[in-house]
């Protein structure tokens, strides 16, 4: 058994095998990248296999805790830690990773203890969602197209532009910066400004006595009235891109989230990762190395973005021609105000967004204040900074 991951031939043959959990197109990216890559190398055999999502990564740890389990696994790289806390994955050397390729979000979303515990190989966040046939219907310049900032949002709500909005502190959490609001700093430290969070509450309770606008902890009842042309907006997940594509065709378009008095929207950005069995053979890793690097070249990336415009790449030297791909120019630049979470605080984030749940729903509902929901998660924050 090895303990890194690790390149040293230079002759690539055996086999590979990946578990993933991505459907539809996405999917098929995937497969048709093995396909490729077996015809530049046609010793290797890579066989990627799908395994249900709800099972990812609880089909992987029984099996690798029992000796068995893929080479490789495709995974958000929100649950890795388990992964990590049971030692089933390898962290991969420096010396055969170039990670300067890689955006600063995504690495420190699998960077632990200074370790780099997964290729990233490609990200998603929130964005806004329309319905152009909608906006088409009237002769007003101004409502014809989509909002900037979030009075906005609401004065096209009242104007009977309906919005769709899943209500949960996870979902919701692109507005607290529009307030200035904050959990960490840019050294991913946790450093709370909770202030701008209280004022977001209140904007959330204020527009959802607001004729059209629609608030859901269901995400598919939105997704699905969307889909059916029953809303104008819809803050969507950009994983649900092509869905909307297929059931909207070129109805649907996607905006930035509007913008706050206390600065832009700050969604979260996820990743998939590539992560490497901690059973592995030295030539399976050095296969799955290699074959990380490839879907994770620029070619590959700007291929995966022109079959799907429904996700961000995290190799940052890939540009895409913004004008012939309208959608994934928006990501692009929605990605620039995106958070993501920092795998060395991700244990203590995965609580406190527990608790904000808790917290926002209560707040919601009108049983505590919204000063209070702030006072009691900052409590949270302090026990670990302490």
Known sequence: MNNQVNSSSTQLQGNLLIWH??????????????EQFKELKPEVNILIQSIPKQKNPSFFIEKSEAGFGSSALIIDAKNLTELLEKRLINPIDSEFINTSIFS???????????KIHGIPLGSNT???????????????????????????????AIKGYTLGLVSSFEDTFWGMGTFGGKLFNELDLLEPNLDGWIKWLDWL??????????????????????????LAYYVCESTEILDFTDSLGDN???????????????????????VFNHSNTENENHLGLAFAKFITNPEQQLAGIIKTQSF??????VNPNVALLPIESVLLKQAESAVAIPFNNLQQILSIFEQGEILYQQAFAGEISTVKAAEELTLLLNTFNN
Request: proline share 6%; aromatic share 6%; charged share 20%.
């Open 21 to 34: 959990s991505t459907e539809g197109k996405v999917a098929n990216m995937f497969i048709n990248a093995v």
């Open 104 to 114: 600063s979000s995504t690495l420190n979303q699998v960077r632990y203890q200074g």
């Open 126 to 156: 929130r964005i806004l969602c329309y319905n152009k046939a909608k906006l088409d219907a009237t002769n007003d310049p101004i409502l014809s197209t989509p909002p900037t900032d979030l009075d906005g949002l609401i004065q096209r």
């Open 205 to 230: 309770k204020n527009a959802s006595v607001q004729p059209n606008v629609i608030f859901s902890r269901n995400r598919d009842i939105l997704h699905n009235a969307f889909s059916e042309s029953k």
């Open 252 to 274: 649907f378009r996607v905006a930035l989230l509007p913008q706050g008095q206390g600065g832009k929207a700050t969604p979260l950005i996820y990743t998939k990762v590539m």
């Open 312 to 317: 961000i790449p995290t190799n940052r030297n």
